[in-house]
Structures are given as C-alpha cells and as structure tokens.
T-cell receptor, first 114, second 117 residues
C-alpha cells in the first residue's frame, strides 16, 4: 500500500546539535514531497518542498532536505538546532499525476534540551 | 491578511449532539481542505473543495460527517450525531492554486479541538 513513514516518533537533541529527521515513502512513482512543522496549538507551516530538479532543497528556518530516489527517502536536516525548533514535524507526499490529496506521515516530535 | 480562521478553537459536547465547525479561508484562495488529526491516525484529509465545489470527499469517515462551502469565504464541517471517537483536532487549510500544486503551500488554520463526551 502507498504510504509515508516517519520511523522516529520522538527525537531529543541538545541545542546546537545537528538534526536529521527521517521520511520514507512507498509509491510506484516519484511523488511531490513536503515537510511541514507544527508548533504546539498551531496549524501546520510549510518548511520546504521537492517537485523536481536539484535533489537538495533549502527551506525556511535553516532547514534542508535531500531526496534520494534509490532509498525512497526525503530526510530533513538542520546543522544546528535552536530551542525554538521544538515542534512536531510532518513529512507529506502527493503522487504525481494522481490525486491531489496530500498524505502525511504520523509525525516526529522534536524536543530540544538546553 | 488574517490567515485561515477557524471557529470555535475548542468545542466540548455530549455524544449525540450536532457539532458544526467553521472555516474562513484566506481571501482570494479557491482551494479549501478539511483535515482531522488524532494520535492514532495522524493527519487525514477529509474533503477538499475547488471553487466551492467538493472534489474529493472519500476521506469523510461516514454519513454522520458533511461539509459545505456555500461561498468562497466560508465552509462548514458538520457532525451529526457526534460520537466520542470523533474527538480530534480538525484543521482547515486553503490555497489559491488548483490541482496537485495546491499542496505547494497550504495555509493552515489553528484548528478546532473537539471533545465528544
């Protein structure tokens, strides 16, 4: 079945440390890929997206993500985490040429220790 | 711009009661989406509209759920009768682009926290 998987439910890092959040998808074709962030009590905000072209995409707040077709992955990274990055992060996909539906992963909650 | 506005922020009701959630999309946006978020199932798309017309309602759980968009600036999601398993956060989102690229930058409201006792 087509799906989006975020293997890590909860990740804790220290402020200033690097971060990588994993996302894998299982689709027959390359989908459009997104990362969203949700702060407590808020709606989701788009961090970055991949449609085509350069597989390393830059987003807001210093985040980047790399699309790896061979691994069906779209991992989110940040070289140095700030306390304000504590939030829940969602990977999402839309299948190219298919439905307009945005399918979300279950999310990864990020805790940042001082 | 005020962003996507949802009301109420919190709703507590008893099982069997009718619940109506409201959404005002960003002015000029013509795509509107309703999502439900729960711990067990994550974020699920319930229904979306393009130019006030429902395009895909396959995510609506059952007949107790209905959504309308009478004009470009207002949408409702109604649950009748409500059940405890409907407890969740319901998000509305909008965009001005149609088609797949509508997801390019969805603008989300702050959500309605629904508790059905």
């Amino acid at each position: 079945a087509q799906s989006v998987t975020q293997p890590d439910i909860h990740i804790t890092v220290s402020e200033g440390a690097s971060l990588e959040l994993r996302c894998n998808y299982s689709y027959g074709a390359t989908p459009y890929l997104f990362w969203y962030v949700q702060s407590p009590g808020q709606g989701l905000q788009l961090l970055l997206k991949y449609f085509s072209g350069d597989t390393l995409v830059q987003g807001i707040k210093g985040f980047e993500a790399e699309f790896k077709r061979s691994q069906s992955s779209f991992n989110l990274r940040k070289p140095s985490v700030h306390w304000s990055d504590a939030a829940e992060y969602f990977c999402a996909v839309v299948l190219q040429g298919g439905s307009e539906k945005l399918v979300f992963g279950k999310g990864t909650k990020l805790t940042v220790n001082p | 711009d005020a962003g996507v506005i949802q009301s109420p922020r919190h709703e507590v009701t008893e099982m069997g009661q009718e619940v109506t959630l409201r959404c005002k999309p960003i002015s000029g946006h013509n795509s509107l989406f309703w999502y439900r978020q729960t711990m067990m199932r994550g974020l699920e798309l319930l229904i979306y509209f393009n130019n006030n017309v429902p395009i895909d309602d396959s995510g609506m759980p059952e007949d107790r759920f209905s959504a309308k968009m009478p004009n470009a600036s207002f949408s409702t999601l109604k649950i009748q009768p409500s059940e405890p398993r409907d407890s969740a956060v319901y998000f509305c989102a909008s965009n001005k682009i149609q088609g797949v690229r509508a997801n390019e930058k969805l603008f989300f409201g702050s959500g309605t926290q629904l508790s059905v006792l």
